[in-house]
């Protein structure tokens, strides 16, 4: 007995440390997350408003429950309002705004479409009803999966696809079983539009965030960062090489690389950009594309002037010269995208750094040239 | 009253003709559509059965509505089914699965706390009740919003988030109205689990696509363009050069740069890989995360043999030897990840390259040097 005691004290403190432990950890990675949420929401505080954004619309529409004659209108189908309000919002007004008209056309569309097929079903009596229905949804179904696979369809409408699937098959087959298809159909298109308005009002009147912005700012920085890089490149790179630093101090020099993986991210906030309506300096048809072209040929520059390690030092002044001036010539270029202003002097250093590269060819050529010679 | 005749008949055509012009437009565009369909057809089977695989899962979950004793069970929520099994229904196995898990998990998690909000809200009176309600689904989305941009909640449950404010958001505002809250969420869980079931089970047992295959696949292929490239520069670039051909006409070296934009593609592929069951050679804990290093490596090397229009003469010979040893080591490489083997003779081939990069760095310090000397 006095055994089995002190076996059971022994358990005690232990059991209780392994809670303590695990409290601990809870605690600890609980803080591991607020500390990392607090280092997002300063990194970008826009997203911090956009959770209350979201929040806020939810309410707006769950208005609709509390309020009677509200409510009284639109039924159990306000359950559609909440779901398309939770669906649409996104954190871009261009993003928002996509989403919503392709979900409303795609609904509308998709609603007439299966009332049609509901009447074309109703003639083959209740038997062949089921397999009518069933042999449409199953066509049209395939043929809007199938048409998610075009890239301009996907780029522009693949939420709008998906949800003329899923309406036509809910409307033609729930019509089976409901007796006034149409008024449920009519409803569900009525909040949905609710849905969609409520969000689209919230996303554009409280502290709205452009995608185009983010756009045009993302390709200036990515130019912005490699004349910072080009500009360092000679005077800070062959300090540290020739001092013999060890690579992991030379850490800077990868800044730009970030500039390779952009491509699919702009081509994507390029086409929400398009959904935006005119603001400030951006006008509706503002020219998104051509940000895609100002960052294909961004990378294409970052390609090049990735840097070999094993430089001559007889080419170093070469070098030095060309990377100071291509930097300078792209971090005006950077801030005159930035300002939408035509910069200048950007022209002058382009020339400058030709001069440099000419006389750096000549020397390679020559030196190459005089050794064969030989 | 001639005079109008004939505008008439002057009218008549003209407007017959914009008629035909505008049928013969519609034919013209949708016999293009049908071309790229039947070319994107081919260049992937895949998707074509996936849309038949799609409608054939609607098809399935639509017997809940025809069958007598399965509507009885489920009722009006068997919209739900419907809608689960059009939405979670994706290309490829890990994808598919992804979805459902989030979809089942967040709705099981979301309906709790939507019925813990409920019996809170009750005890606070009918008029308190709303605003007990809107207090939590303010809260809830608004950190849930916040959730979502976490890089890694982000990559592995974006959706079940979306799906948790959705479903938490429903349960609480419809408690309001609804007399048999419990019943309502217990039948949509139900229905949403038998719709995930149904798509996953189509999307598994029909001709299944492994997103992680695919990866496997496209990290090989990226690689072996690489080879493809540098086997090939060596012999073709330098005579094309030589020859004095257009730049047009060396299309064929930029086959290699499509490289540069598969890093996003490629980690949203392994973190779906993430969820396929063990198939063939491909276990459950495959390694996915190596892939990744694999293709930033392929990226890395891309960038650097970018190819510069003028080398100097002199140094082609060490060129084409570097590159066509490069070449063949990186298609070894390639067949090797293909067929899961260790190639022995790669080593070989990278052996030879070092010794030619050797000679050609020896070749230069010595031509440069000599030049300064003097």
Redesign the interface.
């Known amino acids: 007995m006095a055994a089995v005691t002190s076996n059971q004290e022994k358990a005690g403190p232990s059991i209780c440390g392994y809670h303590f432990q695990w409290l601990a950890l809870l605690a600890k990675s609980l803080l591991e997350l607020a500390r990392?949420?607090k280092k997002?929401?300063e990194d970008d505080p826009r997203?911090?408003i956009?959770?209350?954004k979201?929040?806020?619309s939810?309410?707006l529409v769950?208005l609709f429950?509390?309020v009677e004659p509200l409510?009284s209108s639109f039924g159990?189908n306000t359950?559609s309002a909440?779901?398309t309000a939770?669906?649409i919002?996104e954190f871009s007004v261009g993003a928002t705004l996509g989403k919503g008209v392709n979900k409303m056309l795609a609904t509308l569309g998709a609603g007439a479409l299966g009332l049609g097929v509901h009447r074309l079903a109703t003639l083959s009596g209740k038997t062949g009803e089921?397999i009518v229905?069933?042999l449409f949804?199953?066509?049209i179904?395939?043929?809007a999966?199938?048409a998610r696979?075009?890239p301009r369809l996907k780029a522009k409408c693949d939420y709008g696809l998906?949800i003329f699937?899923?309406t036509f098959?809910?409307v033609s087959?729930?019509s089976?079983?409901e007796e006034n298809i149409q008024k449920m159909a009519l409803e569900r298109l009525l909040t949905i539009t609710v849905g969609c308005f409520i969000a689209i009002l919230v996303n554009i009147c409280i502290c709205p965030v452009w995608i185009g912005e983010d756009l045009h700012n993302l390709v200036a920085l990515n130019i912005e960062k490699l004349g910072i890089f080009l500009q360092g490149f000679g005077g800070e790179y062959f300090e540290m090489y020739e001092e013999g630093l060890p690579s992991k101090d030379r850490s800077f020099l990868q800044g730009y690389k970030s500039v390779?993986?952009t491509?699919?991210?702009e081509e994507n906030m390029a086409n929400l950009a398009r959904w935006e309506p005119g603001h400030g300096r951006f006008r509706f048809r503002h020219p998104w594309e051509q940000y895609l072209t100002i960052g294909s040929l961004t990378?294409q520059c970052a390609?090049?002037i990735?840097p070999s390690l094993?430089i001559?030092s007889?080419?170093k002044e070469h070098c030095t010269m060309i990377s100071l001036e291509c930097g300078k010539a792209l971090k005006e270029l950077s801030s005159s995208i930035r300002m939408m202003i035509r910069a200048e002097t950007t022209l002058l250093h382009i020339g400058n750094s030709k001069i440099a590269a000419e006389n750096l060819?000549s020397?390679?050529?020559?030196?190459?040239?005089?050794?064969?010679t030989?």
Not at 363 to 372: S, V
């Open positions: 990392q949420a997002l929401g997203r911090i956009n959770s209350l979201a929040g806020l939810i309410i769950s429950y509390y409510y159990v359950t909440v779901m939770v669906v919002f089921p229905i069933d949804v199953f066509a179904a395939a043929m999966t199938l696979i075009f998906m699937i899923l098959s809910l087959v729930s089976y079983r390779f993986n491509q699919s991210r990378r390609i090049k990735d094993e001559p007889q080419v060819k020397f390679l050529y020559q030196a190459c040239g005089k050794k064969q030989r």
